[in-house]
């Protein structure tokens, strides 16, 4: 492809005894690649190994291994300065790069798994999931950063902010589910009910803080200078989480067109945040726990063989990772949210095609504070605080058709709109687009022998904004777009198949997000065969 970018690919499945009762799977992958983005380097390597056993006529087991491994050299954790300090914006070449030379990290995740699942009768099955994941990540990060923007005509304004990351998070999670169905007042009922325990560990050095540097002329920098910092550590910080689910749900047909879901979900969590420097500051621990009760209910009502409306409510219980302005974390988020929608299926489910509207009202929602400096946390990490928001309400619709039109022509086609305010009906997340459309359609020709299939793609979005508070403030903006993509495939034989895609056909130019950001990438294209036996 693009970018001296290649890939490859194997995927084996087969039998491992005579009668087929044990099977096995394994596939491999690598991937090498530059960017359009300068100094950006990336490799993949991907293995993956599972064994299925039937165990008896009733019960099936299955044990696991995956391991990805991604080096990346120019990494950044955003773009280039985006304004000058008058608020007008820079034009920036598509390639250019706000990464060090020297700024690399180099990333590895192992996961074991293993489940086994029961056929207690024709109605019921019960089924058990253990797994533990081992992420282990060194990160050397060089990056340029302005807060107050650039001067136009000396360049200068940027720093060089660098730091490392080294850590080796372990996540543990066993689930185990009971679902099936019964037959009360002449209607069949199902349901289903488990519990999953989930753990996560992560210790890690902590660092120095942030290394900065002034670059004297950004247009003039080439990512050799400053050169890399020499990055200490100064102790040791952990985040232990835990988190103790029992849920259950129900589907009651009230009739033969109107069925009464019900179900709640108890959630007993617990955060212990840890710091321990080598030399100054003050130890310290942190302790967060919840427990929570959420409520989920629902109805849906046949209109027609092919038409089925619904409603639901439920209540809302998620942690956060994001810091107040103290450095403390968040408070878990907390609130509701209510739908209403129709679905529609046909062509015998080969298309489906569904509507609905939804409100989410939610506190203690984590906002960014725009323009306020970096704080440091105990670790020596510096990050962008947050401010808790209570009151805050999303509502939109969305409209969704996806499947087959006839045997050769396939559809994806949906269209979102969500508009998220706060207490005072003031906007939220401008930075996210109000509305969002996808078109992906493709046709398989009719003539040899349906070998040849071609698609297009199209994405747009509506404009996205952030008010930035300066001197000067002014208004950070990436207004609407849509990228249109190309495909191609054809298959040579019963075996053997290429592909063609296009991406970005028309080479739009726009910035994946608003102030220090990338462009999206431009035209490129993508070459591959793949082989079956």
């Not at 293993?114 to 990160?139: F, L, M, P």
């Not at 200078?225 to 200490?232: F, G, I, N, Q």
């Not at 500051?281 to 009502?301: D, F, H, R, S």
């Not at 508070?469 to 075996?495: C, H, P, W």
């Amino acid at each position: 492809g693009s970018w001296d970018t290649y890939r490859a690919d194997i995927d084996v499945s087969t039998p491992l005894t005579q009668s087929g009762n044990v099977r096995g799977r394994a596939v491999l992958a690598y991937q090498d690649g530059d960017s359009y983005i300068d100094r950006y380097n990336e490799k993949r390597k991907v293995a993956y190994g599972v064994i299925e056993a039937d165990l008896s006529d009733q019960t099936k087991a299955s044990l696991g291994v995956s391991y990805q491994q991604i080096d990346i050299t120019g990494i950044a954790r955003s773009g280039l300065p985006t304004y000058y300090t008058d608020g007008t914006p820079i034009n920036w070449s598509q390639s250019d790069s706000a990464s060090a030379n020297w700024s690399t990290s180099d990333r590895s995740t192992t996961g074991y798994f293993a489940d086994i699942e029961h056929q207690i009768n024709d109605n019921w099955k019960v089924k058990g999931v253990a797994s533990r994941t081992i992420t282990s990540s060194d990160e050397t990060i060089g990056y340029v950063f302005s807060g107050a923007g650039i001067n136009k005509e000396t360049g200068a304004g940027a720093l060089l902010y660098g730091t490392r990351w080294d850590y080796k998070p372990t996540q543990d999670l066993f689930n185990i589910t009971l679902n099936g169905s019964f037959d009360l007042f002449n209607q069949t009922h199902e349901i289903v009910a488990g519990t999953t325990y989930a753990k996560s560990e992560n210790k890690r050095p902590s660092s120095t803080g942030w290394n900065v540097n002034t670059i004297d002329n950004i247009f003039t920098w080439d990512g050799y200078t400053p050169a890399k910092p020499e990055l200490k550590t100064n102790g040791w910080y952990s985040t232990d989480e835990k988190t103790l689910s029992a849920f259950t749900a129900a589907r009651f047909k009230l009739t033969d067109p109107l069925a009464m879901i019900i179900g709640a979900r108890f959630d007993d969590w617990e955060r212990i945040s840890k710091t321990n420097p080598e030399t100054g500051g003050t130890a310290t621990n942190k302790k967060q726990q919840e427990k929570e009760i959420i409520p989920y209910v629902g109805l849906t009502y046949d209109l027609t063989p092919s038409w089925t409306a619904y409603t639901s409510y439920t209540t809302i219980f998620s942690p956060q990772d994001r810091y107040d302005i103290n450095g403390n974390f968040i408070d878990p988020l907390v609130g509701n949210s209510t739908e209403i929608g129709i679905k529609g299926e046909f062509f015998d489910n080969q298309l489906n095609i569904g509507a609905a509207i939804y409100q989410t009202k939610e506190d203690n929602k984590a906002i960014l504070i725009t323009g306020a400096p970096q704080i440091d946390l105990p670790n020596g990490q510096k990050v962008s605080p947050y401010r808790a928001e209570s009151g805050t309400k999303s509502r939109g619709f969305e409209l969704e058709a996806t499947g087959k039109l006839t045997d050769l022509w396939q559809i994806s086609a949906s269209f979102a709109r969500n508009l998220s305010q706060d207490s005072k009906g003031d906007n939220l997340n401008s930075d996210v687009p109000n509305n969002i459309a996808k078109l992906f359609t493709s046709y398989t020709f009719p003539q040899l022998n349906q070998a040849l299939t071609v698609g297009t793609g199209i994405r747009w979005q509506s404009d996205i904004y952030t008010y930035i508070k300066r001197t000067n403030s002014f208004k950070s903006e990436q207004g609407s777009y849509g990228i249109v993509d190309l495909m191609a495939r054809y298959k040579i034989n019963e075996n053997l198949t290429a592909n063609l895609n296009i991406n970005n056909l028309f080479n739009e130019k726009y910035h994946l997000t608003t102030l220090n950001s990338y462009y999206g990438a431009p035209t490129n294209v993508q070459v591959g065969v793949k082989y079956n036996w």
